[in-house]
């Protein structure tokens, strides 16, 4: 009988903050992935050596451990938490240590979350990125706006939130190995009659 090949999903996470609300929102994808069957591992990028970026020391810190796990997954998640209307600046270090080597053909998903109002500009910022880099994102996203109301001692507590979190996970595991989009169809295309 075959083994069905289990995918791993790794999320890197660009908040600094202890308790981070972003580090919780990544956890709960990271659980709904788990669900789907995949292995999944979160990489607090805090905990890591990645000082900025000089590329004539692209193997500075743990940037080589971090290339490699990164090459080695089947969807990236990528979470930060809002500064000045874009994703962090430890997040931007860590995908600076990165190129397509790591992220070519990688099923990518977005998270931001904002202490204000809608973060839309952030996830735009991400998503440039990953399409720079080939990697084939997500069309679902989620943006957790006014993070101060919608978390309660640490959790989630907006339920339509909680449900777009969970999605970004299982669709990640889902779409994970994308090698090309599906072909489309055109909204005139009637059947023919026989």
């Not at 957790?144 to 959790?155: D, L, Y």
Request: net charge negative.
């Amino acid at each position: 009988m075959d083994v069905p090949n289990t995918k791993q999903i790794v999320a890197l996470c660009g908040s600094q903050r202890d308790g981070s609300r972003t580090r919780h929102a990544l956890e709960k994808a990271l659980l709904a992935a788990e669900s789907k069957g995949a292995t999944t591992e979160l990489v607090d990028l805090s905990t890591l050596d990645l000082p900025a970026f000089d590329p004539d020391q692209s193997d500075a810190g743990d940037a080589r451990e971090l290339r490699q796990l990164v090459r080695n997954s089947d969807g990236v998640l990528l979470g930060s938490p809002v500064y000045h209307g874009s994703y962090s600046s430890v997040l931007k270090t860590a995908l600076d240590y990165c190129g397509f080597d790591e992220f070519e053909e990688t099923t990518v998903g977005l998270l931001v979350v904002a202490g204000g109002g809608f973060p839309t500009p952030a996830l735009e910022h991400l998503r440039s990125v990953a399409r720079t880099l080939n990697a084939w994102v997500l069309p679902h996203q989620v943006a957790i706006p006014n993070a101060h109301s919608t978390f309660e001692a640490g959790e989630l507590t907006d339920e339509s939130l909680v449900e777009r979190v969970e999605t970004l996970g299982a669709d990640l595991v889902d779409y994970a190995g994308v090698e090309s989009y599906p072909e489309k169809t055109t909204a005139c295309t009637a059947p023919t009659a026989d």
